[in-house]
């Protein structure tokens, strides 16, 4: 079971989309484990200090690096090494590739910043993978470390309802974007389902989505093209008799909820 670390000064509003969410229902199914850690608990001043003015001056306030570096060292004495992510604008652009290496990850911490961000001493002391999940700022890393933990949760095998979901997706076996789907009435509005998706014959309906998911790749995103041949996907031209890849999972028991860690 994998079990995500999320470092936050804000998680109310993290349980709250963990608990409404598939990463809920994975937590009941045993699947994954999702620990919620208040980085104000580890401070050590009655006001709970976590950030201070930058040195040098400027605009806005530093996450200051006792409370985050006390606290991961905790958790790391408490559950064994972490691979650790520290949400950034500047950090690595998050990749479907990127979620898929993550799922052998047995416990990944995710450091929600704040403010300016953080002293950058926590980042160099720590060993943290930096990710980004676009050009462009948000108030809070609790977002991209939600986008993060549901991109990986949702690969690892029983967290979805049928598993070739995941490996049928955009960007995932092939690299390029998925066809597009249609389900009933068979004419909205004027605008009727193509003729062949009702036809039964499922060797033409696969060439058909193949088609019409490169055509997608070659006009949205054609820098996803540079192996285009990675594009034959067999899964895609099979979905009828196609296997996930086997998986080893390695059960425990358990039936946590999100919980709130509290230093003891
Ligand atoms: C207001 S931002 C800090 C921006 C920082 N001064 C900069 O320009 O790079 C506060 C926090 O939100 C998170 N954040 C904002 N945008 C993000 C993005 N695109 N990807 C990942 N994290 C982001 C980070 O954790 C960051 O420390």
Known sequence: MTLFAILTLFPEAVEAYVRSSI????????????QLTDIRDFTRDKHRTVDDRPFGGGPGMVMKPEPIVECVEWLE???GTFHKIALCPAGTPFRQTHAEALVAQERILLL??????????????LDFHEYSVGDFVLAGGELPALAITEAVSRLVPGVLGDERSAL?????????????HFTRPRVFRGEAVPEILLSGDHQKIDRWRQAEALKKTRARRPDLLQHENSLENPLKSQPHGAQPPPHTPTPKPHN???DRTRRT
């Open 23 to 34: 990463l809920g229902l994975a937590q009941e199914k045993g699947k994954v484990r999702i």
């Open 77 to 79: 004495r408490e559950h």
């Open 112 to 125: 929600c910043g704040r403010y300016e961000g953080f002293d950058a001493r926590i980042l160099s002391q």
């Open 168 to 180: 049928l997706d955009s960007f995932q076996v092939g690299g390029g974007l998925d066809h597009p």
């Open 256 to 258: 946590d909820v999100s």
